[in-house]
């Protein structure tokens, strides 16, 4: 299947800790994205990184991706009690000749950060 | 900054009643998208929607599921005679444009209940 595949399944680190997150894919994408999740409510968008960037910067976010691994990491730097989420990749479908932006979701990254 | 709405936030219904899910996208997007998630699962593609018609659903999205952009802003998507399995939180996402810089956003999600 396509889907992204995230690690760990759960994370658990103080404030002011560094978090990162992984993801795996298996075919060729144009694009990544990663969302957050809150328990229970919506996903918000935070970072697009494209098949022909390695890194992107969006504030206390960083995102890499390589290709050749077909992987990508999502850094957290100086947590806060409030990035209490599930984090979530997601890949387009360019490899598998899907259209029109069909994402496909990992199970997700469950971070919990203490005060 | 505008955000794709969805209406109700919470629906309980009896198994066997017709359900519809309502969304209004980001006005000037030209993609739309159902998904779902079960409760503790994936987020899973349901179909999108471009050009006043279907280009692409998954195999969940089966004969008792119909998506309509009635008019201008609002998208709906219409479970004709639910199940208990249809319970899941039903998100509606939209994007400007798909490929390379294809960043879909979602709502806050319609948490269906089937009893």
């Known amino acids: 299947s396509q889907q992204g595949e995230e690690d760990p399944q759960a994370l658990s680190i103080q404030e002011g800790e560094n978090a990162t997150m992984n993801c795996s894919y298996k075919?060729?994408?144009?694009?990544l994205q990663w969302y957050r999740q809150n328990s229970g409510r919506g996903l918000v968008h935070l970072i697009l990184?494209?098949?022909?960037?390695r890194e992107k910067h969006s504030g206390r976010l960083r995102v890499t991706l390589d290709t050749s691994k077909k992987s990508s990491s999502l850094l957290i730097t100086a947590s806060r009690a409030a990035d209490t989420a599930s984090y979530f990749c997601?890949?387009?479908?360019f490899g598998r000749g899907s259209t029109l932006g069909r994402l496909y979701f990992g199970r997700g990254t469950q971070l919990t950060v203490w005060p | 900054e505008p955000e794709v709405t969805q209406t109700p936030s919470h629906q309980v219904t009896q198994m066997g009643q017709e359900v519809i899910l309502r969304c209004v996208p980001i006005?000037?997007?030209?993609?739309f998208y159902w998904y779902r998630q079960i409760l503790g699962q994936k987020v899973e593609f349901l179909v999108s929607f471009y050009n006043n018609e279907i280009s692409e659903k998954s195999e969940i999205f089966d004969d008792q599921f119909s998506v309509e952009r009635p008019d201008g802003s609002n998208f709906t998507l219409k479970i004709r005679s639910t199940k208990l399995e249809d319970s899941a939180m039903y998100f509606c996402?939209?994007?400007?444009?798909?490929?390379?810089?294809?960043?879909?956003?979602f709502g806050q999600g319609t948490r269906l209940t089937v009893v």
């Open positions: 006005s000037n997007h030209l993609y």
């Open positions: 075919t060729s994408i144009n694009n």
């Open positions: 997601a890949t387009d479908a």
């Open positions: 990184i494209r098949s022909n960037e």
């Open positions: 996402a939209s994007s400007g444009m798909t490929g390379v810089s294809g960043e879909a956003f």
